[in-house]
Structures are given as C-alpha cells and as structure tokens.
C-alpha cells in the first residue's frame, strides 16, 4: 500500500522567526514543510505557520516590506488553517503595547504587557504549566497537564474572552497562552521547544488538518 502524502505546511518566512526548529518539528512529525515568501509558495499548502521572534513594530515592518500582509489577509479570508507561533500569535492582534504599529487584525483585541511584580522578572522566560480555557482541537477536554515553555513580555487580549484555549499563571495573573478561532489557532509558548508536551500538540493540530474539517 502506498505511503498517505504527507500534509504540506507552509512556513512564512519573513525574517524573524526561527524557521529551524519550526521546520524541523513539523517533519518530525511527517509534514512537508516550504518556506512561504508569496503567494505562489502557498500553493498546495494545507496550512500556515506564522513564527515570530522579536519586536511587533519591526516584525510588521518587515511583514509589510516582504508583502506577505496581503498573503496572509487573502487567506485568512478563504477560512484557510493558520498556526501563528509566540510573536506571530501576537501580531495576529490589532495593536500591541510594544509598539505603534497596526496587527494583522485578524483577531480582534490588543497585546498587553506582562504586569510587572517583585520577584516576577521580564521577560517571563522558562517552563510553566498551561491552564485550560475552552476546549479545542489544540487543547481538547481532559487534556493532561500541559507544561510549556515561554520566553515572552506581552500576553494578548482577545475581545471575545471565548477564543482562549489556554492561559499561564504569570506573577498571580492569568494571562493569554494560546488562542483558537475559526481557522485560527495560536500559541504564545514555543510547541517546537516544548518537548513531547508541544509535539502531542503539533501532532493534534496536523490530525485536525487531515481530517478535513476545513477545505484546504
């Protein structure tokens, strides 16, 4: 029996993401994985991942001056699967408290900076436990507990509080880990450097991919 093809992921490369690692956790998992610098890189793709490393202003600059806005606008409005990764869950937001510079806006809210409190240093930088929100292929109803790590100093605020799939304890104050909505779904965490933890997680998303519950 032949071989299923395997899922083909694209990876939008625009500079500041750590497209490696990313990279080299999707084909681990037996993605196929090609970097996207326009449009005609997308073809065939199920999927996108938006990574992000770095500040919101420059990442939207360089968003903006590799023209791959209008990419990923065009297909968010086609309901197609998107997977933004730390930063690039925060740049899916309207605006941050980092910078001046407008989100995507493909999610309706603001990125907020940590609170600041003794002996709760940012960046928050490190392991720590997941809290589940509403459910989601992500994150499904009775998930175990989920460690993870972060290296972050702003958290999003989603408008409709039912997007988040998961939120982090930081200095007292639940904050926004990981996001679920429509086509939509991001991590404020690095799944690719999460161990067995964000592999289950990649994995689950690529079965929600292959089962079709959204045309490619």
Same mark, same amino acid.
């Given at each position: 029996m032949a071989s299923p093809t395997p899922l083909r992921i694209g990876l939008i490369d625009y500079g500041m993401g750590n497209l490696h690692s990313v990279q080299?956790?999707?084909?681990? #998992?037996? %993605?196929? /994985?090609v970097a996207v610098h326009g449009t005609a890189d997308t073809a065939g793709c199920r999927a996108l991942v938006l990574p992000g490393v770095g500040a919101f202003d420059p990442a939207m600059e360089r968003l903006h001056r590799s023209g791959l806005v209008p990419v990923i606008a065009d297909w968010y409005a086609a309901g197609r699967p998107l997977l933004g990764i730390c930063l690039g869950l925060q740049l899916l937001f309207e605006a941050s408290d980092e910078? @001046?510079?407008?989100? #995507? +806006?493909?999610?309706?809210? !603001? /990125? !907020?900076?940590?609170? !600041?409190?003794? +002996?709760?240093? /940012?960046p928050h930088m490190g392991w720590a436990p997941l809290l589940p929100a509403e459910p989601s292929p992500l994150l499904p109803a009775g998930t175990p507990a989920s460690w993870v790590y972060f290296v972050h100093s702003y958290a999003a605020?989603?408008?409709?509080? %039912?997007?988040t799939t998961a939120r982090v304890d930081f200095a007292g104050s639940p904050v926004t880990a990981a996001v679920w909505q429509g086509s939509i779904a991001a991590? @404020?965490?690095h799944p690719e450097k999460s161990s067995g933890t964000g592999e289950a997680m990649l994995r689950r998303w690529l079965d929600w991919l292959a089962a079709g519950r959204l045309s490619p």
């Open positions: 080299r956790a999707f084909e681990r #998992l037996g %993605a196929e /994985v910078g @001046q510079a407008a989100g #995507l +806006g493909l999610l309706k809210g !603001r /990125v !907020r900076a940590l609170p !600041r409190s003794p +002996g709760h240093p /940012v605020e989603p408008s409709d509080p %039912a997007c991590c @404020q965490f």
